[in-house]
């Protein structure tokens, strides 16, 4: 499975290095800044302060759900774990449609940007739905993908066997095969899930990492500590949920914690480095910036929509308990609540 974790890992990186140079830009915009830079020395020490705040939340936020072994309630199979996806997909899909795509609209609407052609088309909704179609061939294909692959590995297995058994072993060995298939088939969706998942968080991770590294107003880094930090830990809680579900190797679930915990504090570095370089008005800036968002706000609502929520509701033990259905349609309400109040400071 880490063979197949490599190439995801690989374009994190190149886009984490790739990132800084692309969002410096030119800083000849005419436009001018919302707010005077005011203490540079204040502004550092929040930067550090939220830097570390950002990190162990993200961290935790992440590791809760993955300590079923410890915690019965955090067990996939049990009520709770239900409530508290339904809480963390909610906080998903508001990032996207309060937090992300907004923010993606008033970049690409920026008055910093010429009328032609940002203003005669709607970039921002095209980028998220292009994002959402192609999150969708992307799961259906490594779904796809890795079904295959997994099957014919275990066909080849049982062809080998077969040479060495009796014919009654050999149809045992079938008999649960065919019990396992189903199984083996919904591990495999949920790891394709949380890869994709992660991928959309990160590029959303890292973008207001950098924004807010980049700040040189105390008076706008001061709330930002809590908003972030309280943003990362609910998302943290969604990506740990689908990485529990997904069993990979405690390698790979590593992997994947570090990455997520470490998106945002690497964004808040990198902020920091390219402060006197960059100029958050620059067209190349508000290029990229806003085309990201977009490209991200559609990844994490289609992947809350489609391969959270719906999987869960479609659910035969959902289904069959009203109790049930009435804890998660509220964990769903408080959770993206919570993160809408959150767009009032962040």
Same mark, same amino acid.
């Given at each position: 499975?880490?063979?197949?974790?490599?190439?995801?890992?690989?374009w994190?990186f190149?886009?984490l290095?790739?990132?800084?140079s692309?969002?410096?830009?030119?800083?000849?915009?005419?436009?001018?800044?919302?707010?005077e830079s005011?203490d540079k020395?204040?502004?550092?020490?929040?930067?550090?302060?939220a830097?570390?705040s950002?990190?162990?939340?993200?961290a935790?936020?992440?590791?809760l759900?993955?300590m079923?072994?410890t915690?019965s309630?955090?067990?996939p199979?049990?009520d709770?774990?239900?409530?508290?996806?339904?809480f963390?997909a @909610?906080v998903?899909? &508001?990032t996207g449609f =309060?937090?992300? !795509?907004p923010? *993606?609209f008033e970049k690409?609407?920026s008055?910093c940007?010429?009328?032609?052609p940002?203003?005669?088309?709607?970039f921002?909704?095209f980028?998220?739905?292009?994002?959402?179609?192609?999150?969708?061939?992307i799961d259906?294909?490594?779904?796809?993908?890795?079904?295959?692959?997994h099957f014919n590995?275990k066909?080849?297995q049982e062809?080998g066997e077969?040479l060495?058994?009796n014919?009654?072993?050999?149809?045992?060995a079938t008999h649960?095969?065919?019990h396992?298939s189903?199984?083996?088939s919904?591990q495999l969706?949920h790891?394709?899930?949380?890869?994709?998942?992660?991928l959309?968080?990160?590029?959303?991770?890292?973008i207001?990492?950098?924004?807010? @590294?980049?700040?040189? &107003?105390?008076?706008k =880094?001061?709330? !930002?500590?809590? *908003?972030l930090?309280?943003?990362?830990f609910?998302?943290?809680m969604g990506?740990?949920g689908?990485?529990?579900?997904?069993?990979?190797r405690?390698?790979a679930v590593?992997?994947?914690?570090?990455?997520?915990?470490?998106?945002?504090?690497?964004?808040?570095?990198i902020?920091?480095?390219i402060?006197?370089y960059?100029?958050?008005?620059?067209?190349?800036?508000?290029?990229?910036e806003?085309?990201?968002?977009a490209?991200s706000?559609g990844?994490l609502?289609?992947m809350?929509?489609?391969?959270?929520l719906?999987?869960?509701?479609m659910?035969?033990k959902?289904?069959e308990?009203?109790?049930?259905?009435?804890?998660v349609?509220?964990?769903l309400?408080?959770g993206?609540?919570?993160? &809408?109040?959150?767009?009032?400071?962040?």
């Amino acid at each position: 499975m880490m063979k197949n974790n490599q190439p995801h890992i690989a374009w994190i990186f190149l886009f984490l290095v790739l990132l800084p140079s692309l969002v410096v830009g030119d800083s000849n915009c005419t436009c001018v800044k919302d707010e005077e830079s005011g203490d540079k020395s204040l502004a550092r020490k929040y930067k550090l302060i939220a830097l570390a705040s950002i990190l162990v939340a993200s961290a935790i936020g992440i590791t809760l759900p993955m300590m079923g072994k410890t915690f019965s309630a955090l067990r996939p199979e049990n009520d709770f774990f239900f409530m508290v996806k339904a809480f963390a997909a @909610g906080v998903i899909l &508001s990032t996207g449609f =309060i937090h992300v !795509l907004p923010d *993606a609209f008033e970049k690409l609407t920026s008055p910093c940007l010429s009328d032609h052609p940002w203003r005669d088309f709607s970039f921002t909704g095209f980028v998220a739905m292009l994002s959402a179609i192609g999150t969708l061939m992307i799961d259906s294909l490594a779904t796809a993908y890795f079904n295959k692959s997994h099957f014919n590995n275990k066909e080849d297995q049982e062809n080998g066997e077969e040479l060495g058994n009796n014919m009654p072993v050999h149809t045992h060995a079938t008999h649960g095969h065919a019990h396992g298939s189903t199984s083996a088939s919904t591990q495999l969706r949920h790891r394709v899930i949380s890869q994709v998942l992660e991928l959309g968080i990160v590029v959303h991770s890292v973008i207001i990492g950098i924004s807010l @590294g980049a700040s040189e &107003s105390p008076k706008k =880094i001061r709330p !930002l500590i809590a *908003a972030l930090t309280f943003h990362q830990f609910f998302e943290g809680m969604g990506l740990g949920g689908c990485i529990s579900q997904a069993k990979f190797r405690t390698k790979a679930v590593i992997i994947m914690a570090l990455f997520f915990s470490l998106t945002t504090p690497v964004g808040i570095a990198i902020g920091i480095w390219i402060t006197n370089y960059y100029s958050e008005n620059s067209p190349t800036a508000l290029i990229v910036e806003g085309i990201l968002n977009a490209a991200s706000a559609g990844i994490l609502i289609y992947m809350s929509l489609v391969d959270l929520l719906a999987a869960d509701f479609m659910h035969p033990k959902f289904q069959e308990s009203g109790r049930l259905q009435i804890g998660v349609n509220i964990s769903l309400l408080i959770g993206a609540g919570c993160m &809408s109040l959150l767009a009032k400071w962040a």
